[in-house]
């Protein structure tokens, strides 16, 4: 039959536009679908930051494989930015929170370089990219519709995407990478995209610079986003259900007290919601032939998107091209 395109995207986050940038870069003739909008990359803050998630968010018994499971990730930036002419900052991050000593030992001890400072912790091996200006990056070049896609069913030799706005489009291949929110799919990749939870989240932002560089501490930080400075942020199961205000003040007081200040500026705040699976790694792989997941990265899309879009990369051009 005849395809609209090679391959489909549907998303245009982190990990949906990361995937399309590489293939575009490959010479595939690849469209992404996505109504637009904000998502949870472009109301991030950003952050490219192995150390600190590791420090912070163990996940099993095995800290130390899971750190160098993220420092391979971050590792696959500097080529990835470069590629896409995204702007790589790599100004590290402070730990002010408390027990610096304690950081700073097992920050050692998970392979990072730190070392102790009037501040509290220095880590140069944290970086971070502007979410606006990364995506924005990522999509030049790019032929995007702007609808929400509402079923993709198989078809001969590939696969049909049916959008909200009754027209549709088909592709030898199809990239599933819309966050929570999923059309109509085939029974396998229902099953599959069934094992990913809503993780909300808040952040605020203020015009009042308070640091010169990413500062982290137990329950949230701070990065310099503009002339001002980004505060986040909340973990929320299930999606955005929890009592806003308490959420928002929790979060405010733990940054005033890391902080010492008494005031943070006035503030606008922004939500997203983000998947994440049992393991907190993301879902990638081929579901059904030529129907691939890049999906659920919990809060580490933008650390995580260069190797989901080499592997699904990888799967896109192992699979016959018919």
Same mark, same amino acid.
């Given at each position: 039959?005849?395809?609209?395109?090679?391959?489909?995207?549907?998303?245009?986050?982190?990990?949906?536009?990361?995937?399309?940038?590489?293939?575009?870069?490959?010479?595939?003739?690849?469209?992404?679908?996505?109504?637009?909008?904000?998502?949870?990359?472009?109301?991030?803050?950003?952050? &490219?930051?192995?150390?600190?998630?590791?420090?912070?968010?163990?996940?099993?018994?095995?800290?130390?494989?899971?750190?160098?499971?993220?420092?391979?990730?971050?590792?696959?930036?500097?080529?990835?930015?470069?590629?896409?002419?995204?702007?790589?900052?790599?100004?590290?991050? =402070?730990?002010?929170?408390? =027990?610096?000593?304690?950081?700073?030992?097992?920050?050692?001890?998970?392979?990072?370089?730190?070392?102790?400072?009037? /501040?509290?912790?220095?880590?140069?091996?944290?970086?971070?990219?502007?979410?606006?200006?990364?995506?924005?990056?990522?999509?030049?070049?790019?032929?995007?519709?702007?609808?929400?896609?509402?079923? $993709?069913?198989?078809?001969?030799?590939?696969?049909? $995407?049916?959008?909200?706005?009754?027209?549709?489009?088909?592709?030898?291949?199809?990239?599933?990478?819309?966050?929570?929110?999923?059309?109509?799919?085939?029974?396998?990749?229902?099953?599959?995209?069934?094992?990913?939870?809503? &993780?909300?989240?808040? *952040?605020?932002?203020?015009?009042?610079?308070?640091?010169?560089?990413? /500062?982290?501490?137990?329950?949230?930080?701070?990065?310099?986003?503009?002339?001002?400075?980004?505060?986040?942020?909340?973990?929320? $199961?299930?999606?955005?259900?929890? =009592?806003?205000?308490?959420?928002?003040?929790?979060? *405010?007081?733990?940054?005033?007290?890391?902080?010492?200040?008494?005031?943070?500026?006035?503030?606008?705040?922004?939500?997203?919601?983000?998947?994440?699976?049992?393991?907190?790694?993301?879902?990638?792989?081929?579901?059904?032939?030529?129907?691939?997941?890049?999906?659920?990265?919990?809060?580490?899309?933008?650390?995580?998107?260069?190797?989901?879009?080499?592997?699904?990369?990888?799967?896109?051009?192992?699979?016959?091209?018919?």
């Amino acid at each position: 039959m005849t395809f609209s395109c090679d391959i489909v995207v549907l998303g245009a986050g982190a990990l949906g536009l990361g995937v399309a940038a590489e293939l575009r870069a490959r010479g595939r003739d690849v469209r992404v679908v996505d109504p637009g909008g904000a998502n949870a990359s472009s109301v991030a803050a950003g952050m &490219i930051a192995p150390a600190m998630e590791s420090l912070l968010d163990p996940w099993d018994a095995d800290p130390a494989g899971r750190a160098a499971l993220l420092r391979q990730a971050r590792d696959l930036w500097p080529g990835f930015a470069e590629r896409h002419g995204i702007e790589l900052i790599r100004d590290g991050v =402070d730990w002010i929170g408390e =027990d610096p000593d304690g950081v700073a030992a097992r920050l050692d001890a998970l392979g990072f370089a730190a070392g102790r400072t009037a /501040a509290g912790v220095f880590c140069p091996e944290d970086w971070r990219v502007d979410p606006a200006r990364a995506l924005a990056a990522l999509g030049q070049g790019l032929e995007r519709i702007a609808v929400r896609a509402k079923a $993709v069913v198989a078809v001969d030799g590939g696969w049909r $995407v049916t959008l909200e706005d009754g027209k549709a489009l088909s592709a030898r291949q199809g990239v599933l990478a819309t966050g929570t929110t999923f059309p109509a799919l085939p029974e396998a990749a229902a099953r599959a995209v069934g094992a990913v939870s809503a &993780i909300g989240g808040r *952040l605020a932002f203020t015009p009042r610079a308070l640091v010169e560089r990413p /500062a982290r501490f137990t329950g949230g930080y701070l990065v310099p986003m503009g002339e001002g400075t980004v505060i986040g942020a909340t973990m929320e $199961v299930g999606g955005l259900a929890g =009592d806003a205000a308490a959420l928002q003040d929790g979060l *405010l007081a733990r940054a005033r007290r890391a902080l010492g200040l008494d005031e943070l500026g006035p503030m606008e705040w922004r939500t997203g919601v983000r998947g994440a699976t049992a393991d907190g790694l993301p879902l990638t792989g081929a579901v059904l032939p030529g129907l691939h997941l890049a999906l659920a990265p919990r809060r580490n899309g933008w650390l995580m998107a260069p190797t989901v879009a080499a592997r699904t990369v990888e799967g896109i051009e192992a699979h016959p091209k018919g």
